[in-house]
């Protein structure tokens, strides 16, 4: 499957997961804040930061009861009409550019969601080298249009979507022009569950499109995540915050820097343990063979002794026969007298036996 190139980036099965940070409203209306963000994520090693471009107006409608207004118990944000959640979440859009700015200093690629039009127009005129769609505008075809146009790589949620919709939306932006897609696992409930989600769909995601699939994450740790590596994620989101106590629309199901670096060195050691199908001792393990079970003399024996359970055991080190000859050799007598500890060998049986034994070796191996 071809790799995908974000500036000097690659992102593919043989290179180191892609690890992005999404800020959202963790920032807490505080460009400060926001830029003390940026800098904790390239701290913890991160290799992209996102934004999210809108403002409540581009989002939705001003009003505070019926359809816009929250009332799920279930919701981190009962009790706000979407209106007000989007006006204390959205980034100012005069903020993108010191904090993408920032991004770039500290060696980390900025990029953004747009949730409409005039967002993708804006995030053009900052030249940002790619964009993610999020689960819930995945089923916006003109805007995915509008970004497929640029011909930048796109990223885009799969969550809450069939695999119709997804067929629609690939369609869609490969026909527009996107020649760079990845799709993203994504369970759109916050804080998700690990039950709800679902891992498999990973490689079922990939064969389906022939895209690099990755995982955004809204499970708590880091357990779920390091996990969607072992299924070929190539790419984990997570939302990171400096610390949850803080507060803020995404803050509960965030993550802190040091839970960021740790999924960082956790997902490269995921990754670097998927190795290749190999069976035998690799190199590391050719040293540890001399540690395998093989025959031994355990005790002081003369020319003509009978080999015995009691006088010939399986025991480490391997420098003798290997144990499945242990009964082949069981009733024999040695040609020879033998120290106990003395690894046992072909040689040490009577000459006129040997050959026999030597027969069955083959006869074994074979």
Same mark, same amino acid.
Request: proline share 4%; glycine share 6%.
């Given at each position: 499957?071809?790799?995908?190139?974000?500036?000097?980036?690659?992102?593919?099965?043989?290179?180191?997961?892609?690890?992005?940070?999404?800020?959202?409203?963790?920032?807490?209306?505080?460009?400060?804040?926001?830029?003390?963000?940026?800098?904790?994520?390239?701290?913890?090693?991160?290799?992209?930061?996102?934004?999210?471009?809108?403002?409540?107006?581009?989002?939705?409608?001003?009003?505070?009861?019926?359809?816009?207004?929250?009332?799920?118990?279930?919701?981190?944000?009962?009790?706000?009409?979407?209106?007000?959640?989007?006006?204390?979440?959205?980034?100012?859009?005069?903020?993108?550019?010191?904090?993408?700015?920032?991004?770039?200093?500290?060696?980390?690629?900025?990029?953004?969601?747009?949730?409409?039009?005039?967002?993708?127009?804006?995030?053009?005129?900052?030249?940002?080298?790619?964009?993610?769609?999020?689960?819930?505008?995945?089923?916006?075809?003109?805007?995915?249009?509008?970004?497929?146009?640029?011909?930048?790589?796109?990223?885009?949620?799969?969550?809450?979507?069939?695999?119709?919709?997804?067929?629609?939306?690939?369609?869609?932006?490969?026909?527009?022009?996107?020649?760079?897609?990845?799709?993203?696992?994504?369970?759109?409930?916050?804080?998700? %569950? *690990?039950?709800?989600?679902? #891992?498999?769909?990973?490689?079922?995601?990939?064969? =389906?499109? /022939?895209? $690099?699939?990755?995982? @955004?994450?809204?499970?708590?740790?880091?357990?779920?995540?390091?996990?969607?590596?072992?299924?070929?994620?190539?790419?984990?989101?997570?939302?990171?915050?400096?610390?949850?106590?803080?507060?803020?629309?995404?803050?509960?199901?965030?993550?802190?820097?040091?839970?960021?670096?740790?999924?960082?060195?956790?997902?490269?050691?995921?990754?670097?343990?998927?190795?290749?199908?190999?069976?035998?001792?690799?190199?590391?393990?050719?040293?540890?063979?001399?540690?395998?079970?093989?025959?031994?003399?355990?005790?002081?024996?003369?020319?003509?002794?009978?080999?015995?359970?009691?006088?010939?055991?399986?025991?480490?080190?391997?420098?003798?026969?290997?144990?499945?000859?242990?009964?082949?050799?069981?009733?024999?007598?040695?040609?020879?007298?033998?120290?106990?500890? %003395? *690894?046992?060998?072909?040689? #040490?049986?009577?000459?006129?036996?040997?050959?026999? =034994?030597? /027969?069955? $070796?083959?006869?074994? @191996?074979?």
């Amino acid at each position: 499957m071809r790799e995908i190139n974000i500036v000097d980036r690659k992102i593919g099965s043989s290179q180191k997961p892609f690890v992005i940070a999404e800020m959202s409203g963790n920032h807490n209306q505080s460009l400060e804040r926001a830029l003390n963000i940026v800098e904790a994520a390239a701290k913890a090693g991160v290799h992209g930061l996102k934004l999210q471009t809108y403002t409540a107006d581009t989002m939705t409608l001003d009003i505070n009861e019926g359809d816009f207004y929250i009332d799920s118990p279930n919701s981190l944000w009962q009790g706000k009409s979407l209106y007000q959640l989007y006006q204390q979440a959205y980034t100012p859009w005069e903020w993108h550019k010191p904090i993408f700015n920032r991004c770039q200093e500290l060696g980390i690629i900025g990029f953004s969601t747009p949730f409409d039009a005039t967002a993708v127009d804006f995030l053009e005129s900052l030249d940002v080298p790619c964009y993610k769609i999020a689960s819930f505008e995945n089923t916006d075809l003109p805007l995915i249009r509008k970004v497929a146009s640029t011909g930048k790589p796109m990223i885009i949620s799969t969550g809450m979507a069939t695999i119709s919709e997804l067929d629609e939306t690939v369609h869609i932006a490969r026909e527009a022009g996107c020649q760079d897609l990845i799709l993203v696992k994504c369970t759109s409930s916050y804080p998700a %569950t *690990p039950e709800d989600t679902n #891992l498999l769909t990973i490689s079922h995601l990939r064969e =389906l499109f /022939n895209v $690099q699939v990755g995982l @955004s994450d809204h499970t708590m740790g880091i357990g779920v995540a390091v996990a969607s590596i072992a299924l070929g994620a190539t790419l984990i989101e997570k939302h990171f915050t400096l610390c949850r106590a803080d507060g803020g629309v995404d803050s509960a199901f965030s993550m802190e820097p040091a839970e960021m670096q740790q999924l960082v060195i956790e997902s490269q050691r995921a990754w670097q343990a998927l190795g290749n199908i190999k069976y035998g001792a690799n190199k590391a393990e050719k040293e540890s063979l001399v540690y395998r079970r093989s025959l031994y003399i355990s005790q002081e024996m003369k020319a003509g002794d009978i080999l015995t359970p009691e006088n010939l055991r399986a025991v480490r080190p391997g420098l003798g026969l290997p144990p499945k000859f242990f009964d082949v050799v069981l009733g024999k007598a040695v040609n020879q007298n033998i120290k106990k500890g %003395t *690894p046992f060998t072909w040689e #040490l049986v009577l000459a006129n036996q040997e050959q026999q =034994l030597i /027969n069955t $070796q083959n006869h074994i @191996s074979l």
